[in-house]
């Protein structure tokens, strides 16, 4: 169990749908990562929090935005949502340098 | 930029023999090198990782993998697989620029081990 808790697990929805998906981090890291994991594009970066603040932005779509909040749980959301948007959406936390992931939400658009 | 190249998509062996995985990276500055495990239907886990020192780095579950900076590679080695060790394996790199400590991922290899 790395300490990282993301939920759902597993979220079915149509195109042209919004989700959030959220994230628990570790028990005092400040860092949360997002990625995307699909068949064809592999491990992506989406996006980066440091306390509530962005630090860094990588391949995340326009139609994607994140934010993490005061007690420092971060949320992501989709919308819009297209077929290529199905994956795996995982979480990781970190303090030191090493990133912690959790299990991912499993996203299944219909 | 970083890039990560994992030269093997797919590498079946038998049970009890040596395995390599391989990894090279590319980047204009120093780097942190990472080897994470992903079993089915699960988050990713980190095997090891290199930040500076020992060119050789010992991970958890007998894994440990050399750094070769001339080579720019970061190959992943165990002498005697078990099943359990049937996974996928993704090389990563990062550094710090910008404050961030954001791993760039290879397309992965699926490690499948018969017996």
């Known amino acids: 169990d790395s300490g990282v808790t993301q939920t759902p697990k597993h979220l079915i929805t149509a195109t042209g749908q919004r989700v959030t998906l959220r994230c628990s981090p570790r028990s005092g890291d400040l860092s949360v990562y997002w990625y995307q994991q699909s068949l064809d594009q592999g491990l992506q970066f989406l996006i980066h929090y440091y306390n509530g603040e962005e630090r860094a932005k990588g391949n995340i779509l326009e139609r994607f935005s994140a934010q993490q909040f005061p007690d420092l749980h971060s949320e992501l959301n989709l919308s819009s949502l297209e077929l290529g948007d199905s994956a795996l959406y995982f979480c990781?936390?970190?303090?030191?340098?090493?990133?912690?992931f959790g299990e991912g939400s499993r996203l299944t658009v219909l | 930029a970083q890039s990560v190249t994992q030269l093997d998509s797919q590498v079946p062996v038998f049970e009890e023999a040596p395995v390599e995985l391989r990894c090279n990276y590319s980047s204009s500055v120093s780097v942190y090198l990472f080897w994470y495990v992903q079993y089915p239907n699960q988050g990713l886990q980190l095997l090891l990782k290199y930040l500076s020192g020992s060119t050789l780095v010992k991970g958890i579950n007998g894994f440990e993998a050399e750094f070769n900076k001339s080579q720019t590679s970061f190959h992943l080695r165990k002498p005697s697989v078990h099943i359990s060790d049937t996974a996928e394996y993704f090389c990563a790199v990062s550094n710090l620029q910008g404050g961030s400590e954001k791993l760039v991922f290879g397309k992965g290899t699926k490690l499948t081990v018969n017996p």
């Open positions: 990781a936390s970190s303090a030191t340098g090493e990133l912690f």
